[in-house]
């Protein structure tokens, strides 16, 4: 069984990759030239990440396709340059990988970002789906094809609507979640207009390490890291600590994008969370109960978002009732590994 994952390098797509690679699939991603690679680096060190070659300039499918045989090692994560934005460079690698699944993970995913450049959130998210949808109508294969959709999408939530189920309204609240609203519905589109076996998960929240450091945990976490060993002073800073996020292991999270390929419907639309509400705060002191070192919170207006989401609570059990997953991480545990990446690295 062959697998296809766009967005490799980033955290969810890494820790896809080396999940599915200890279920024995053969494991391909994407990658671009200016791609950050040191998500990659547990399996650079193992000895299992391939990178298969630069494919600008082979000018046909077919040639990429017998570099993609000769260079092929099962037991690794094989790497191919890729550009989502170029319509010619997917249909190269899905043409010549032919993959079974598609995990389709590559994004502008940082909601900020999409306020300061939303042309190219848009372009990126939407256009780029398009293009890869289009590589694989052209290659004539019909592979189980993963979407993944966010929770953003819901947006403006009221408090007697939660906890959030599928059918809740999608009132979008950023240029992301518009984009992420758009994926979904071009997806289904797709399912229904052409018969492409998409499958779309709304994903709640998910951290872990690996996980940028742009990102409130992270950000969180890397802070007290720093302060720890005394690269600055005691002070963290913070946006919003009032709003509220259903929180998931991005392991926990990797696993049930497998299984929703295995045993989800095509044409169909899955929230994926733990089904659990804590303020920004409430996670902040978890990480602080982590460390000695006595610290003062102060709020950073820069961190402020001109409209968020305030509060996400996830109903999953619609995939838990299709699937039978359930997640095994406890969010302390997930945070005390975060913790620890950014402790290994700054």
Not at 105 to 124: C, I, K, R
Not at 155 to 168: S, Y
Not at 203 to 230: C, D, M, W, Y
Request: net charge neutral.
């Amino acid at each position: 069984m062959r697998v296809l994952i766009t967005g490799i390098t980033g955290m969810a797509g890494s820790h896809l990759a080396e999940y599915l690679l200890g279920l024995g699939f053969e494991v391909f991603g994407t990658y671009r030239w200016r791609s950050r690679m040191e998500n990659l680096e547990d399996l650079t060190a193992s000895g299992r990440l391939n990178l298969i070659g630069d494919n600008g300039p082979i000018a046909n499918v077919a040639a990429l396709s017998q570099l993609v045989e000769d260079r092929l090692r099962p037991e690794a994560v094989n790497l191919i340059e890729g550009d989502l934005t170029d319509a010619v460079s997917m249909r190269r690698v899905v043409g010549a990988v032919l993959p079974d699944r598609i995990f389709h993970l590559a994004a502008q995913s940082f909601v900020p970002t999409s306020w300061n450049a939303p042309a190219d959130t848009l372009e990126t998210n939407i256009v780029g789906e398009v293009k890869l949808l289009e590589a694989v109508r052209e290659a004539g294969i019909n592979p189980l094809i993963h979407i993944a959709g966010s929770s953003e999408e819901y947006g403006l939530v009221h408090p007697d609507e939660v906890p959030i189920k599928e059918t809740n309204p999608l009132r979008p609240l950023s240029p992301y979640a518009v984009s992420k609203v758009a994926q979904e519905l071009l997806a289904l589109q797709y399912h229904h207009s052409y018969g492409l076996r998409c499958i779309v998960t709304r994903a709640f929240n998910h951290e872990g390490p690996r996980r940028g450091h742009v990102f409130v945990t992270s950000s969180l976490a890397r802070q007290i890291a720093e302060i720890e060993k005394g690269y600055k002073p005691p002070v963290i800073r913070v946006g919003d600590v009032t709003i509220e996020r259903d929180w998931t292991d991005v392991r926990d999270m990797v696993r049930a994008y497998h299984l929703a390929l295995e045993k989800c419907r095509p044409g169909e639309v899955y929230n994926i969370g733990r089904g659990e509400a804590m303020t920004v705060e409430a996670m902040l002191d978890l990480l602080l109960s982590m460390t000695k070192v006595p610290v003062k919170i102060e709020q950073d207006p820069a961190r402020m978002r001109p409209s968020d989401v305030r509060l996400l609570r996830c109903d999953c059990s619609k995939f838990k009732q299709e699937t039978g997953w359930e997640p095994q991480i406890p969010f302390k545990t997930t945070l005390r590994d975060l913790l620890d990446y950014w402790r290994k690295r700054v």
